[in-house]
């Protein structure tokens, strides 16, 4: 019988730890499901393309919001939800629209994710009057675009998505400059660009903000400067999808290739258990900061003595899905080069 009581007590004391352990987990997980823009209907981007069609053709030949609902990454992680009861009891796929749009739309981040819904039974120049122009003072905050591009894990409570930490470590954020200053600046037109070049669309935004430089051979070692110039965020910035990559390839006089190797870029984590799919706790972060000058330094073998007179190096950028943490082997995408540097040794 006492035995019994124990029993029973040492199972009670082991569920009020759960309950209290998993709780407040359980519950930011959850949070993590409720839209980061205004619900509601919504009339779509070709609406507005009707008076804005500049805008409009900024954002879907060059955002990559055009495309966060109908991108490669965002479908790869949307099928592990399919048939995963254990993953739907502690999230739906909602957390995945949270942030990427509608989850009745194939348009993703567009108009009124950032600038919200029409107001119905309001003519839109009225809408405009009451809402929109008023609006933009929210949407120049400076913390405005961190609802969805900052992320902690609910577990561990390190940064997944950091590129707000990283801009708020700046050398732009000691000088007042937003996210909007450099992604949105206005042209020719006067009015903000609402293309947010990424190097999905554009690979040579970042071609003089990396920099690769000083190479040297004093055999067996080699050694590379590489500068991240840019001043508001790391590289690659953000989360443990964005991988930067480092080849180089050594050459003889005859230009044939001796010796290649990769360094890779970015942040590593474990996953979150039970749940599975999702970045937890920071193993290692190998991003460039902003501003940092890293010294890469290598040991090449002994039989590629005499051998070596010229090193190409280059930079590309791999989208990897989180769950298989930087496997660049298993990348949904490769940029083309961001940079391409050749140095004779």
Not at 193 to 222: C, E, M, W
């Amino acid at each position: 019988m006492i035995r019994l009581k124990v029993l029973g007590i040492a199972i009670m004391l082991l569920m009020t730890f759960f309950v209290a352990w998993y709780w407040p987990v359980y519950s930011e997980m959850q949070a993590m499901k409720v839209a980061n823009y205004e619900q509601g209907a919504h009339k779509g981007s070709l609406y507005c393309a009707q008076c804005h069609r500049g805008i409009y053709d900024e954002w879907s030949n060059n955002s990559l919001h055009a495309v966060a609902t109908t991108g490669g990454s965002f479908k790869d992680y949307l099928e592990k939800f399919k048939d995963n009861y254990l993953l739907n009891t502690f999230v739906t796929d909602e957390v995945c629209y949270a942030c990427h749009g509608v989850k009745a739309s194939t348009e993703g981040v567009n108009c009124e994710i950032c600038h919200g819904t029409v107001v119905a039974n309001v003519p839109i120049m009225e809408t405009h009057k009451i809402k929109y122009k008023p609006g933009l003072k929210e949407l120049r905050k400076k913390d405005f675009c961190a609802k969805c591009h900052d992320l902690r894990s609910p577990l561990s409570h390190d940064d997944i998505f950091s590129v707000q930490s990283e801009w708020r470590n700046s050398e732009a954020a000691s000088k007042g400059e937003t996210c909007l200053s450099c992604h949105m600046k206005k042209r020719f037109n006067g009015l903000s660009y609402h293309g947010f070049d990424s190097a999905h669309r554009d690979v040579t935004i970042y071609k003089d903000d990396v920099r690769l430089q000083n190479a040297k051979l004093d055999y067996p070692r080699f050694t590379l400067e590489i500068e991240n110039s840019l001043t508001g965020h790391a590289m690659p910035p953000s989360g443990p999808t964005r991988i930067m990559v480092l080849e180089i390839i050594f050459l003889n006089m005859n230009g044939e290739e001796q010796y290649r190797v990769q360094e890779t870029y970015g942040k590593k984590f474990n996953l979150m258990p039970i749940a599975g799919l999702f970045p937890n706790s920071l193993i290692k972060n190998t991003q460039l900061q902003s501003g940092e000058l890293r010294i890469l330094s290598l040991t090449l073998p002994a039989s590629m003595e005499g051998k070596i007179s010229k090193a190409v190096a280059t930079l590309k950028f791999y989208g990897v899905s989180d769950e298989h943490q930087g496997d660049i082997k298993r990348a949904h995408w490769v940029s083309k080069p961001i940079l391409t540097e050749e140095f004779t040794l």
